[in-house]
Protein backbone atom coordinates (compact mmCIF):
# COMPACT_ATOMS: atom_id res chain seq x y z
CA UNK A 1 0.00 0.00 0.00
CA UNK A 2 1.23 3.31 -0.98
CA UNK A 3 1.72 5.74 2.28
CA UNK A 4 0.04 8.98 2.39
CA UNK A 5 2.48 11.51 1.05
CA UNK A 6 4.60 13.77 2.82
CA UNK A 7 3.16 17.00 4.53
CA UNK A 8 4.85 19.97 5.78
CA UNK A 9 4.01 21.16 9.41
CA UNK A 10 4.79 25.08 10.00
CA UNK A 11 7.01 25.79 12.99
CA UNK A 12 8.75 28.71 14.72
CA UNK A 13 11.48 28.92 11.98
CA UNK A 14 11.12 26.36 8.84
CA UNK A 15 9.06 23.65 8.69
CA UNK A 16 8.87 20.05 9.92
CA UNK A 17 7.67 16.80 7.87
CA UNK A 18 5.10 14.29 8.85
CA UNK A 19 5.41 11.35 6.97
CA UNK A 20 4.25 7.36 7.62
CA UNK A 21 2.50 8.93 10.46
CA UNK A 22 6.37 10.44 12.19
CA UNK A 23 7.60 13.71 12.46
CA UNK A 24 11.10 13.49 10.75
CA UNK A 25 12.71 17.48 11.78
CA UNK A 26 11.76 18.89 14.95
CA UNK A 27 8.41 20.61 15.16
CA UNK A 28 9.49 23.79 16.95
CA UNK A 29 12.84 25.31 15.32
CA UNK A 30 13.66 22.91 12.48
CA UNK A 31 16.30 25.12 11.23
CA UNK A 32 17.74 25.73 14.60
CA UNK A 33 17.80 22.10 14.80
CA UNK A 34 20.12 21.49 11.24
CA UNK A 35 22.29 24.69 12.36
CA UNK A 36 23.23 23.28 15.45
CA UNK A 37 24.09 19.85 14.12
CA UNK A 38 26.23 21.16 10.67
CA UNK A 39 28.30 23.90 13.23
CA UNK A 40 29.32 20.65 15.43
CA UNK A 41 30.65 18.71 12.44
CA UNK A 42 34.26 19.09 12.40
CA UNK A 43 34.87 19.08 8.46
CA UNK A 44 38.17 16.92 6.83
CA UNK A 45 39.94 16.94 3.84
CA UNK A 46 39.23 14.55 1.07
CA UNK A 47 36.19 13.37 2.85
CA UNK A 48 32.64 12.79 1.24
CA UNK A 49 29.87 13.93 3.50
CA UNK A 50 27.06 11.30 3.36
CA UNK A 51 23.87 12.81 4.16
CA UNK A 52 20.80 10.26 4.25
CA UNK A 53 17.58 11.73 3.78
CA UNK A 54 17.87 15.49 3.96
CA UNK A 55 14.96 16.58 3.81
CA UNK A 56 14.76 20.47 3.36
CA UNK A 57 18.79 20.58 3.66
CA UNK A 58 18.65 22.64 7.04
CA UNK A 59 22.25 23.15 8.31
CA UNK A 60 23.81 22.27 4.65
CA UNK A 61 24.42 26.21 3.73
CA UNK A 62 26.51 25.95 7.13
CA UNK A 63 28.45 22.64 6.06
CA UNK A 64 29.36 23.88 2.56
CA UNK A 65 30.81 27.21 3.95
CA UNK A 66 33.29 25.78 5.99
CA UNK A 67 34.00 22.58 3.21
CA UNK A 68 37.54 21.92 2.39
CA UNK A 69 37.85 22.01 -1.21
CA UNK A 70 38.95 18.41 -2.02
CA UNK A 71 35.44 17.64 0.18
CA UNK A 72 32.05 16.71 -1.12
CA UNK A 73 28.27 16.29 -0.06
CA UNK A 74 26.34 13.33 -0.95
CA UNK A 75 22.48 13.44 -0.28
CA UNK A 76 20.74 10.21 -1.08
CA UNK A 77 17.31 9.59 -0.42
CA UNK A 78 15.33 5.89 -0.65
CA UNK A 79 11.95 7.13 -0.92
CA UNK A 80 10.70 8.24 -4.34
CA UNK A 81 7.42 10.12 -2.29
CA UNK A 82 10.32 11.99 0.13
CA UNK A 83 12.46 12.33 -2.82
CA UNK A 84 9.92 14.33 -5.33
CA UNK A 85 8.62 16.38 -1.76
CA UNK A 86 12.35 17.08 -0.80
CA UNK A 87 13.11 18.75 -4.50
CA UNK A 88 10.05 20.66 -4.55
CA UNK A 89 11.27 22.32 -1.44
CA UNK A 90 14.87 21.89 -1.92
CA UNK A 91 16.75 25.61 -1.54
CA UNK A 92 17.94 26.22 -5.61
CA UNK A 93 21.59 27.39 -4.39
CA UNK A 94 22.01 24.11 -2.63
CA UNK A 95 21.18 22.28 -5.42
CA UNK A 96 23.29 24.20 -8.14
CA UNK A 97 26.66 23.79 -5.56
CA UNK A 98 29.27 22.50 -7.27
CA UNK A 99 30.12 20.55 -3.89
CA UNK A 100 26.70 19.02 -3.36
CA UNK A 101 24.98 16.05 -5.47
CA UNK A 102 21.35 14.81 -4.01
CA UNK A 103 20.28 11.20 -5.97
CA UNK A 104 18.07 8.73 -5.17
CA UNK A 105 19.00 4.94 -4.63
CA UNK A 106 18.44 2.27 -2.63
CA UNK A 107 21.30 -0.32 -4.74
CA UNK A 108 24.66 -0.04 -2.98
CA UNK A 109 26.47 -1.00 -6.41
CA UNK A 110 24.68 1.84 -7.51
CA UNK A 111 25.57 5.02 -5.44
CA UNK A 112 29.27 3.17 -5.05
CA UNK A 113 29.22 3.25 -9.37
CA UNK A 114 27.79 7.12 -9.08
CA UNK A 115 30.27 8.30 -6.94
CA UNK A 116 32.77 6.66 -9.27
CA UNK A 117 31.50 8.14 -12.29
CA UNK A 118 31.19 11.59 -10.75
CA UNK A 119 34.51 12.05 -8.82
CA UNK A 120 36.82 9.29 -9.97
CA UNK A 121 38.95 6.22 -8.21
CA UNK A 122 40.20 7.09 -4.77
CA UNK A 123 39.28 10.93 -4.59
CA UNK A 124 38.71 10.65 -1.16
CA UNK A 125 39.93 8.90 1.93
CA UNK A 126 36.71 8.23 4.06
CA UNK A 127 33.39 8.67 4.28
CA UNK A 128 31.74 10.51 7.54
CA UNK A 129 27.51 10.24 7.51
CA UNK A 130 26.07 13.55 9.10
CA UNK A 131 22.47 13.09 10.37
CA UNK A 132 20.62 16.59 9.59
CA UNK A 133 17.40 14.79 9.63
CA UNK A 134 15.21 12.49 11.11
CA UNK A 135 14.28 10.67 7.87
CA UNK A 136 16.76 7.91 7.75
CA UNK A 137 15.00 5.78 10.48
CA UNK A 138 12.21 5.30 8.20
CA UNK A 139 14.99 2.75 6.46
CA UNK A 140 17.56 3.01 8.89
CA UNK A 141 19.21 -0.98 7.56
CA UNK A 142 18.85 0.77 3.96
CA UNK A 143 20.78 3.47 4.61
CA UNK A 144 23.26 1.88 7.10
CA UNK A 145 24.31 -0.55 4.06
CA UNK A 146 24.68 2.46 1.99
CA UNK A 147 27.11 3.69 3.77
CA UNK A 148 28.64 0.52 4.88
CA UNK A 149 29.13 -0.24 0.78
CA UNK A 150 30.69 3.21 0.30
CA UNK A 151 33.36 2.83 2.89
CA UNK A 152 33.87 -0.40 1.95
CA UNK A 153 34.42 0.95 -1.61
CA UNK A 154 36.64 3.61 -0.27
CA UNK A 155 39.12 1.14 1.37
CA UNK A 156 39.00 -1.54 -1.66
CA UNK A 157 40.37 1.28 -4.06
CA UNK A 158 42.83 2.41 -1.31
CA UNK A 159 43.57 -1.10 -0.81
CA UNK A 160 44.47 -1.79 -4.65
CA UNK A 161 46.50 1.51 -4.42
CA UNK A 162 48.67 0.09 -2.00
CA UNK A 163 49.13 -3.24 -3.61
CA UNK A 164 49.66 -1.88 -6.66
CA UNK A 165 52.57 0.39 -5.14
CA UNK A 166 54.12 -2.33 -3.75
CA UNK A 167 53.63 -4.91 -6.74
CA UNK A 168 52.69 -3.24 -9.63
CA UNK A 169 56.67 -3.11 -11.05
CA UNK A 170 56.25 -6.84 -10.65
CA UNK A 171 53.12 -7.07 -12.06
CA UNK A 172 54.47 -4.91 -15.04
CA UNK A 173 57.47 -6.94 -15.22
CA UNK A 174 56.04 -10.54 -15.49
CA UNK A 175 53.77 -9.44 -18.18
CA UNK A 176 56.31 -8.33 -20.39
CA UNK A 177 58.30 -11.75 -19.71
CA UNK A 178 55.41 -13.57 -20.32
CA UNK A 179 54.37 -11.85 -24.07
CA UNK A 180 56.78 -14.60 -25.33
CA UNK A 181 54.51 -17.33 -24.47
CA UNK A 182 51.60 -15.74 -26.66
CA UNK A 183 52.61 -18.04 -29.70
CA UNK A 184 52.90 -21.13 -27.71
CA UNK A 185 50.33 -20.62 -25.13
CA UNK A 186 46.15 -20.41 -26.06
CA UNK A 187 44.00 -18.42 -23.99
CA UNK A 188 42.28 -20.68 -21.06
CA UNK A 189 39.23 -20.00 -23.14
CA UNK A 190 39.94 -22.68 -25.96
CA UNK A 191 39.02 -24.99 -22.91
CA UNK A 192 35.91 -26.31 -21.48
CA UNK A 193 34.11 -28.82 -19.45
CA UNK A 194 30.90 -30.55 -20.09
CA UNK A 195 30.32 -31.63 -16.15
CA UNK A 196 30.23 -29.95 -12.99
CA UNK A 197 33.30 -28.31 -12.01
CA UNK A 198 34.77 -28.79 -7.98
CA UNK A 199 36.45 -25.39 -7.66
CA UNK A 200 39.10 -26.30 -5.17
CA UNK A 201 40.59 -23.84 -2.27
CA UNK A 202 43.51 -24.93 0.56
CA UNK A 203 41.21 -23.58 3.44
CA UNK A 204 40.73 -26.40 6.48
CA UNK A 205 37.74 -27.45 5.07
CA UNK A 206 38.98 -28.87 2.58
CA UNK A 207 40.14 -31.99 4.27
CA UNK A 208 36.56 -33.55 5.73
CA UNK A 209 34.99 -33.08 2.22
CA UNK A 210 38.11 -34.81 0.21
CA UNK A 211 37.60 -37.48 2.76
CA UNK A 212 33.84 -37.62 1.97
CA UNK A 213 34.40 -37.43 -1.47
CA UNK A 214 37.62 -39.88 -1.95
CA UNK A 215 35.62 -42.53 0.07
CA UNK A 216 32.15 -42.18 -2.02
CA UNK A 217 34.14 -42.01 -5.77
CA UNK A 218 37.14 -44.27 -4.94
CA UNK A 219 38.98 -45.39 -7.78
CA UNK A 220 37.04 -42.84 -10.15
CA UNK A 221 38.58 -40.19 -8.11
CA UNK A 222 41.94 -41.12 -7.97
CA UNK A 223 44.80 -41.85 -10.78
CA UNK A 224 48.06 -44.15 -10.21
CA UNK A 225 51.11 -42.41 -9.46
CA UNK A 226 54.52 -44.04 -11.32
CA UNK A 227 54.35 -43.49 -14.97
CA UNK A 228 50.96 -43.02 -14.85
CA UNK A 229 50.44 -39.67 -13.96
CA UNK A 230 49.70 -38.40 -17.30
CA UNK A 231 46.69 -40.62 -17.75
CA UNK A 232 43.41 -38.47 -17.54
CA UNK A 233 40.14 -39.26 -14.69
CA UNK A 234 37.52 -41.14 -14.95
CA UNK A 235 35.01 -39.11 -12.67
CA UNK A 236 31.77 -37.86 -13.26
CA UNK A 237 32.90 -33.99 -12.80
CA UNK A 238 35.90 -31.65 -13.41
CA UNK A 239 38.27 -30.35 -10.30
CA UNK A 240 39.74 -26.80 -11.00
CA UNK A 241 42.38 -26.11 -8.23
CA UNK A 242 44.34 -23.04 -6.72
CA UNK A 243 48.09 -23.72 -6.77
CA UNK A 244 48.36 -24.22 -3.02
CA UNK A 245 45.93 -27.20 -3.05
CA UNK A 246 48.08 -29.44 -5.31
CA UNK A 247 50.38 -30.93 -2.16
CA UNK A 248 47.23 -32.02 -0.69
CA UNK A 249 45.52 -33.23 -3.93
CA UNK A 250 48.88 -35.28 -4.22
CA UNK A 251 48.97 -36.96 -0.47
CA UNK A 252 45.77 -38.23 -1.71
CA UNK A 253 46.01 -39.27 -5.10
CA UNK A 254 43.76 -36.83 -6.54
CA UNK A 255 44.44 -35.17 -9.74
CA UNK A 256 43.08 -31.69 -10.56
CA UNK A 257 41.92 -31.08 -14.51
CA UNK A 258 43.06 -27.59 -14.12
CA UNK A 259 45.51 -25.32 -11.70
CA UNK A 260 45.26 -21.86 -11.55
CA UNK A 261 48.39 -19.52 -10.96
CA UNK A 262 48.07 -16.25 -9.93
CA UNK A 263 51.14 -14.99 -7.71
CA UNK A 264 53.23 -12.89 -9.22
CA UNK A 265 56.64 -13.05 -6.95
CA UNK A 266 58.36 -16.23 -6.31
CA UNK A 267 56.85 -17.66 -2.57
CA UNK A 268 54.37 -19.84 -3.76
CA UNK A 269 57.51 -22.38 -5.94
CA UNK A 270 56.99 -24.34 -2.85
CA UNK A 271 53.18 -25.16 -4.06
CA UNK A 272 55.27 -27.41 -6.58
CA UNK A 273 57.70 -29.07 -5.07
CA UNK A 274 57.86 -32.52 -6.31
CA UNK A 275 54.91 -31.98 -8.50
CA UNK A 276 57.08 -31.61 -11.68
CA UNK A 277 55.97 -35.07 -13.83
CA UNK A 278 52.16 -34.51 -12.70
CA UNK A 279 51.16 -33.99 -16.42
CA UNK A 280 48.78 -31.20 -15.37
CA UNK A 281 47.07 -28.24 -17.23
CA UNK A 282 47.88 -24.77 -16.16
CA UNK A 283 45.99 -21.60 -16.33
CA UNK A 284 48.25 -18.51 -15.42
CA UNK A 285 47.87 -14.76 -14.94
CA UNK A 286 49.52 -12.97 -17.71
CA UNK A 287 51.18 -10.97 -14.77
CA UNK A 288 51.84 -14.26 -12.81
CA UNK A 289 55.71 -15.40 -11.98
CA UNK A 290 57.35 -16.30 -15.23
CA UNK A 291 58.58 -19.59 -13.59
CA UNK A 292 55.27 -21.57 -13.21
CA UNK A 293 55.09 -22.41 -17.08
CA UNK A 294 58.14 -24.49 -16.80
CA UNK A 295 56.86 -26.37 -13.62
CA UNK A 296 53.77 -28.83 -14.71
CA UNK A 297 54.07 -30.53 -17.09
CA UNK A 298 50.83 -30.01 -18.86
CA UNK A 299 49.49 -27.86 -21.40
CA UNK A 300 49.82 -24.00 -20.65
CA UNK A 301 46.88 -21.12 -21.26
CA UNK A 302 46.91 -18.14 -20.16
CA UNK A 303 44.29 -15.48 -18.54
CA UNK A 304 44.37 -11.93 -18.20
CA UNK A 305 43.20 -9.93 -14.93
CA UNK A 306 42.86 -6.09 -15.55
CA UNK A 307 44.80 -5.49 -12.59
CA UNK A 308 45.23 -1.90 -13.48
CA UNK A 309 44.54 0.10 -17.01
CA UNK A 310 47.40 -0.30 -18.49
CA UNK A 311 47.92 0.78 -22.39
CA UNK A 312 49.93 -2.33 -23.01
CA UNK A 313 46.44 -4.02 -22.29
CA UNK A 314 44.44 -1.75 -24.68
CA UNK A 315 47.38 -2.27 -27.43
CA UNK A 316 47.06 -6.27 -27.22
CA UNK A 317 43.79 -6.17 -27.41
CA UNK A 318 44.13 -3.89 -30.77
CA UNK A 319 46.31 -6.68 -31.91
CA UNK A 320 44.54 -9.56 -31.59
CA UNK A 321 46.80 -11.40 -28.70
CA UNK A 322 45.15 -10.07 -25.16
CA UNK A 323 44.51 -14.04 -23.31
CA UNK A 324 41.20 -14.14 -22.06
CA UNK A 325 40.48 -11.37 -19.63
CA UNK A 326 38.51 -12.18 -16.29
CA UNK A 327 37.81 -9.65 -13.40
CA UNK A 328 41.06 -8.39 -11.12
CA UNK A 329 39.96 -10.32 -8.33
CA UNK A 330 43.53 -10.57 -6.18
CA UNK A 331 42.90 -14.21 -5.21
CA UNK A 332 43.43 -17.24 -7.00
CA UNK A 333 40.32 -19.09 -5.25
CA UNK A 334 38.47 -15.89 -6.85
CA UNK A 335 39.68 -16.31 -9.85
CA UNK A 336 39.62 -20.11 -9.85
CA UNK A 337 35.59 -20.32 -9.52
CA UNK A 338 35.61 -16.88 -12.09
CA UNK A 339 37.12 -19.65 -14.62
CA UNK A 340 34.96 -22.32 -14.00
CA UNK A 341 31.84 -20.22 -14.09
CA UNK A 342 33.03 -19.10 -17.89
CA UNK A 343 34.25 -22.59 -18.98
CA UNK A 344 31.65 -24.75 -18.20
CA UNK A 345 27.27 -24.70 -18.58
CA UNK A 346 27.09 -26.82 -15.58
CA UNK A 347 26.97 -26.46 -11.83
CA UNK A 348 30.08 -25.35 -9.72
CA UNK A 349 30.51 -25.97 -6.49
CA UNK A 350 33.40 -24.54 -4.57
CA UNK A 351 34.76 -25.78 -1.45
CA UNK A 352 38.01 -24.88 0.49
CA UNK A 353 37.43 -21.20 -0.04
CA UNK A 354 37.29 -20.34 3.55
CA UNK A 355 38.63 -17.00 4.32
CA UNK A 356 38.86 -18.58 8.28
CA UNK A 357 41.49 -20.44 10.54
CA UNK A 358 41.02 -21.98 13.75
CA UNK A 359 43.43 -21.79 16.19
CA UNK A 360 44.76 -25.48 14.96
CA UNK A 361 44.05 -25.25 11.34
CA UNK A 362 45.10 -22.48 9.05
CA UNK A 363 45.23 -24.61 6.09
CA UNK A 364 44.39 -28.02 4.33
CA UNK A 365 46.59 -31.10 5.61
CA UNK A 366 49.98 -30.84 3.64
CA UNK A 367 49.57 -27.81 2.23
CA UNK A 368 52.22 -25.80 2.25
CA UNK A 369 51.35 -23.71 5.11
CA UNK A 370 50.37 -27.00 6.81
CA UNK A 371 54.17 -28.97 6.50
CA UNK A 372 56.11 -25.52 7.16
CA UNK A 373 53.63 -25.10 10.56
CA UNK A 374 55.05 -28.61 11.46
CA UNK A 375 58.43 -28.05 10.69
CA UNK A 376 58.26 -25.67 12.83
CA UNK A 377 57.12 -27.16 15.62
CA UNK A 378 59.61 -27.88 18.94
CA UNK A 379 59.26 -27.59 22.99
CA UNK A 380 59.22 -23.78 22.60
CA UNK A 381 56.79 -23.47 19.40
CA UNK A 382 53.28 -25.10 19.77
CA UNK A 383 51.48 -26.71 16.62
CA UNK A 384 48.86 -24.13 17.70
CA UNK A 385 48.18 -20.77 15.36
CA UNK A 386 48.58 -18.37 18.03
CA UNK A 387 50.40 -15.88 16.74
CA UNK A 388 47.61 -15.78 13.68
CA UNK A 389 44.62 -15.88 16.24
CA UNK A 390 45.47 -13.09 18.79
CA UNK A 391 47.30 -10.46 16.68
CA UNK A 392 46.01 -7.13 16.42
CA UNK A 393 42.50 -7.10 14.16
CA UNK A 394 41.93 -10.93 14.38
CA UNK A 395 38.48 -11.48 15.25
CA UNK A 396 35.90 -14.39 16.39
CA UNK A 397 33.16 -14.78 13.77
CA UNK A 398 30.31 -17.47 12.82
CA UNK A 399 31.15 -20.20 10.13
CA UNK A 400 28.21 -21.42 7.76
CA UNK A 401 28.20 -24.71 10.23
CA UNK A 402 27.51 -22.34 13.38
CA UNK A 403 30.70 -22.58 14.71
CA UNK A 404 33.22 -20.20 15.77
CA UNK A 405 36.06 -19.35 13.73
CA UNK A 406 38.72 -16.58 13.38
CA UNK A 407 39.05 -14.37 10.27
CA UNK A 408 41.00 -10.84 10.06
CA UNK A 409 40.23 -7.98 7.81
CA UNK A 410 42.11 -9.36 4.59
CA UNK A 411 40.69 -12.60 4.66
CA UNK A 412 37.20 -10.77 5.07
CA UNK A 413 37.56 -8.43 2.73
CA UNK A 414 37.86 -11.49 0.16
CA UNK A 415 34.79 -13.37 1.44
CA UNK A 416 33.30 -10.06 0.60
CA UNK A 417 34.63 -9.43 -2.72
CA UNK A 418 33.59 -13.08 -3.50
CA UNK A 419 29.73 -12.05 -2.21
CA UNK A 420 29.53 -8.69 -4.40
CA UNK A 421 31.40 -10.93 -7.74
CA UNK A 422 28.82 -13.91 -7.58
CA UNK A 423 26.16 -13.34 -5.58
CA UNK A 424 25.17 -10.84 -8.33
CA UNK A 425 25.00 -7.59 -5.99
CA UNK A 426 28.37 -6.26 -6.80
CA UNK A 427 29.82 -3.28 -8.77
CA UNK A 428 29.94 -5.23 -11.75
CA UNK A 429 26.70 -7.20 -11.24
CA UNK A 430 28.83 -10.25 -12.87
CA UNK A 431 26.96 -12.66 -10.50
CA UNK A 432 23.52 -12.12 -10.91
CA UNK A 433 23.85 -13.97 -15.29
CA UNK A 434 25.22 -17.27 -13.20
CA UNK A 435 22.41 -17.27 -10.41
CA UNK A 436 21.67 -20.97 -9.59
CA UNK A 437 24.86 -22.25 -11.14
CA UNK A 438 27.26 -21.54 -8.44
CA UNK A 439 26.95 -23.53 -4.92
CA UNK A 440 29.38 -24.10 -1.75
CA UNK A 441 30.07 -26.78 0.24
CA UNK A 442 28.87 -26.61 4.41
CA UNK A 443 32.20 -26.52 6.16
CA UNK A 444 33.63 -24.29 8.85
CA UNK A 445 34.45 -21.52 6.36
CA UNK A 446 32.76 -18.10 6.29
CA UNK A 447 29.78 -17.52 4.16
CA UNK A 448 30.47 -16.22 0.89
CA UNK A 449 26.67 -15.58 0.10
CA UNK A 450 25.79 -18.18 -1.97
CA UNK A 451 23.80 -21.50 -1.69
CA UNK A 452 25.52 -24.02 0.70
CA UNK A 453 25.03 -27.68 0.11
CA UNK A 454 25.48 -30.79 2.32
CA UNK A 455 28.65 -32.96 1.43
CA UNK A 456 25.61 -35.51 0.40
CA UNK A 457 24.07 -32.85 -1.36
CA UNK A 458 26.85 -32.29 -2.91
CA UNK A 459 27.94 -35.92 -3.89
CA UNK A 460 24.87 -35.75 -6.10
CA UNK A 461 25.29 -32.41 -7.63
CA UNK A 462 28.91 -33.72 -8.42
CA UNK A 463 27.12 -36.72 -10.28
CA UNK A 464 24.46 -34.54 -12.23
CA UNK A 465 25.06 -34.12 -16.25
CA UNK A 466 25.90 -30.87 -16.81
CA UNK A 467 24.11 -28.84 -19.94
CA UNK A 468 25.73 -29.18 -23.14
CA UNK A 469 27.99 -26.09 -24.01
CA UNK A 470 28.54 -25.19 -27.31
CA UNK A 471 32.40 -24.51 -27.02
CA UNK A 472 32.77 -23.37 -30.85
CA UNK A 473 36.19 -23.60 -32.86
CA UNK A 474 39.48 -24.43 -30.62
CA UNK A 475 41.07 -20.53 -31.05
CA UNK A 476 44.40 -20.87 -33.52
CA UNK A 477 47.65 -20.51 -31.41
CA UNK A 478 48.68 -16.17 -32.60
CA UNK A 479 51.10 -16.30 -35.28
CA UNK A 480 54.84 -16.03 -34.25
CA UNK A 481 55.36 -13.40 -36.78
CA UNK A 482 52.59 -11.35 -34.91
CA UNK A 483 53.91 -11.78 -31.47
CA UNK A 484 57.41 -10.59 -32.77
CA UNK A 485 56.48 -7.71 -34.34
CA UNK A 486 54.28 -6.67 -31.44
CA UNK A 487 57.28 -7.28 -28.50
CA UNK A 488 59.95 -5.07 -31.04
CA UNK A 489 57.50 -2.58 -31.56
CA UNK A 490 57.12 -2.43 -27.84
CA UNK A 491 60.68 -2.30 -27.16
CA UNK A 492 61.44 0.38 -30.05
CA UNK A 493 59.06 2.74 -28.50
CA UNK A 494 60.47 2.30 -24.95
CA UNK A 495 63.71 2.93 -26.33
CA UNK A 496 63.12 6.14 -27.98
CA UNK A 497 61.99 7.03 -24.81
CA UNK A 498 64.56 6.20 -23.50
CA UNK A 499 67.30 8.03 -25.76
CA UNK A 500 64.73 10.94 -25.60
CA UNK A 501 65.27 10.89 -21.24
CA UNK A 502 68.80 11.08 -22.25
CA UNK A 503 69.11 13.29 -24.42
CA UNK A 504 70.66 11.30 -27.42
CA UNK A 505 67.12 12.06 -29.09
CA UNK A 506 65.09 15.52 -29.18
CA UNK A 507 61.13 15.61 -29.59
CA UNK A 508 58.39 17.56 -29.14
CA UNK A 509 56.56 18.12 -25.74
CA UNK A 510 53.85 16.81 -27.02
CA UNK A 511 55.67 13.98 -28.16
CA UNK A 512 57.20 13.00 -25.04
CA UNK A 513 53.80 13.33 -22.76
CA UNK A 514 52.40 10.86 -25.84
CA UNK A 515 55.62 8.26 -24.82
CA UNK A 516 54.73 8.69 -21.28
CA UNK A 517 51.10 7.28 -21.68
CA UNK A 518 52.20 5.08 -24.18
CA UNK A 519 54.96 2.91 -21.55
CA UNK A 520 52.81 3.89 -18.31
CA UNK A 521 54.18 0.13 -17.32
CA UNK A 522 56.96 2.81 -16.08
CA UNK A 523 54.94 4.51 -13.69
CA UNK A 524 51.76 3.18 -12.49
CA UNK A 525 53.42 1.97 -9.76
CA UNK A 526 54.21 5.29 -8.17
CA UNK A 527 52.90 6.33 -5.29
CA UNK A 528 51.76 10.15 -6.58
CA UNK A 529 50.29 7.99 -9.55
CA UNK A 530 48.73 5.08 -7.73
CA UNK A 531 47.15 7.20 -5.31
CA UNK A 532 45.69 9.29 -7.75
CA UNK A 533 44.04 6.62 -9.63
CA UNK A 534 46.80 6.17 -12.50
CA UNK A 535 47.26 10.23 -13.34
CA UNK A 536 50.80 11.15 -13.55
CA UNK A 537 52.25 14.45 -13.45
CA UNK A 538 53.48 16.46 -16.43
CA UNK A 539 56.37 15.90 -18.47
CA UNK A 540 57.64 19.07 -17.14
CA UNK A 541 58.35 17.30 -14.08
CA UNK A 542 61.85 16.66 -13.47
CA UNK A 543 61.80 14.61 -10.41
CA UNK A 544 59.22 12.54 -12.17
CA UNK A 545 61.45 12.09 -15.54
CA UNK A 546 64.34 10.93 -13.19
CA UNK A 547 62.85 8.23 -11.73
CA UNK A 548 60.72 6.72 -15.26
CA UNK A 549 64.36 7.08 -16.69
CA UNK A 550 65.95 4.46 -13.84
CA UNK A 551 62.78 2.02 -14.42
CA UNK A 552 63.29 1.47 -18.19
CA UNK A 553 66.53 -0.62 -18.59
CA UNK A 554 65.09 -3.13 -16.79
CA UNK A 555 62.19 -3.41 -18.89
CA UNK A 556 64.48 -3.63 -22.04
CA UNK A 557 65.56 -6.61 -20.56
CA UNK A 558 62.35 -7.75 -19.78
CA UNK A 559 61.73 -7.14 -23.35
CA UNK A 560 64.67 -9.20 -24.55
CA UNK A 561 63.88 -11.93 -22.24
CA UNK A 562 60.63 -12.18 -23.47
CA UNK A 563 61.99 -12.57 -27.62
CA UNK A 564 64.10 -15.47 -26.33
CA UNK A 565 61.55 -17.43 -24.73
CA UNK A 566 59.39 -16.77 -28.14
CA UNK A 567 62.27 -18.07 -30.16
CA UNK A 568 62.28 -21.39 -27.75
Sequence with gaps: MTPDPPRRIPCRRGFSVSYMGKPLLSCVDPIAQGEKLSQALALRGRTLYYCPSPLFGYGLNLILNRLPSDSF??????????????????????????????????????????????WGKR??????TIKLSGGWRLFPQIYNALAEALEQNI???????????????????????????????????????????????????????????????????????????????????AIICADTCLPSLYERNIKPDLVIALESQHWNLRDFIGLDRWKIPLAMDLSSLSAHRNILGGEVYLFTSFWSSLSLFERLNAAGLLPAPIPPLGSVGLSAAALALELSAGKVITCGLDFSF????????????HLEKLR???????????????????FKTLAKNGGRVYSDPGLKSYRDLFEQEFAGNGPRGSGAGKAG??????????????????????LAALRSSAPPLSA???????????????????????????????????????SLEGLLDYCSYLWLHFPECAGAGGKRPSAQNASFLKRVRTEIDPFLRDFDISLQELEK
Design 73 to 118: VLCVETDEQLYAFSLSFFDEKLLSHPRLRFVRTDDPARLCAYVEDT
Design 123 to 128: AFRRVE
Design 155 to 237: ATEWGNAMTLIRLGRRYSRNTIRNLGLLAGARSVRALFFDKPILVLGAGPSLDPALDTITAYFGGALNTPRADELSQPCLRPF
Design 358 to 369: SLDRFHARSSPG
Design 376 to 394: RQNRFRSLLNGEAAFRKGT
Design 437 to 458: RLFDIGGTGLPLGIPVLSQEEA
Design 472 to 510: GPVPALPDKALVRSFITGEREKLTLLKDTLSGATVVTPA
